[in-house]
């Protein structure tokens, strides 16, 4: 199956190969009026990538948590698409998963011993002027920053602001 592969691409691009492939396996759910979408590439960092990928199904179990996952930011066919990430993975990386025109996704990666956290990607008119999307060439990122990066620099709790009544 994979030497068929070799030859397809190397037809496709009219040179030859050897090409380094890495498949990405995807799951659709149906969640609640919404369609979510996990994707687990199968490369060196697979069983990394795995454990994202049963925190996700453990959310997605969830059916409160579930609802939120599928209020994200959807692709150009309305699905949320969550890709099971590494710190190590980069902006370009991830960027080159975006096809056009107006593709989204999430950013899937394991922070903590329970959590994750998800980075919005996205390109396309339908995204433009949106602040919180990444790719490479935003917010000074180029292609190759490391999600790690953007961790570090991702405030994850908010200071809340209290009001004092001057009155009070």
């Known amino acids: 199956m994979h030497s068929e592969l070799q030859d397809a ?6 040179q ?15 969640i609640s009026d919404g369609e979510l979408v996990t994707r687990l590439a199968q490369d060196a960092h697979a069983a990394d990538r795995q454990i994202v990928y049963e925190r996700l199904g453990r959310t997605i179990r969830d059916s409160r948590q579930a609802k939120s996952l599928i209020q ?8 949320v698409v969550y890709v099971c990430s590494v710190p190590s993975d980069t902006l370009g990386w991830l960027s080159e998963q975006l096809s056009e025109p107006d593709d989204a996704f999430y950013a899937a990666v394991t ?3 329970e959590m994750l956290m998800t980075l919005p990607f996205a390109h396309g008119e339908a995204y433009s002027g949106a602040s919180d999307i990444y790719t490479a060439g935003t917010r000074g990122y180029d292609k190759d920053t490391r999600l790690s990066e953007i961790i570090q620099e991702t405030r994850i709790v908010t200071p809340v ?3 004092i009544d001057a009155d009070a």
């Open 16 to 30: 030859e190969g050897p090409f380094q492939v890495v498949e990405h396996h995807e799951r659709h759910y149906d």
């Open 111 to 113: 922070v903590g011993e």
């Open 161 to 163: 602001h209290q009001t």
């Open 9 to 14: 691409i190397a037809f496709h691009l009219g």
């Open 72 to 79: 994200g930011v959807p692709n150009a066919v309305g699905e």
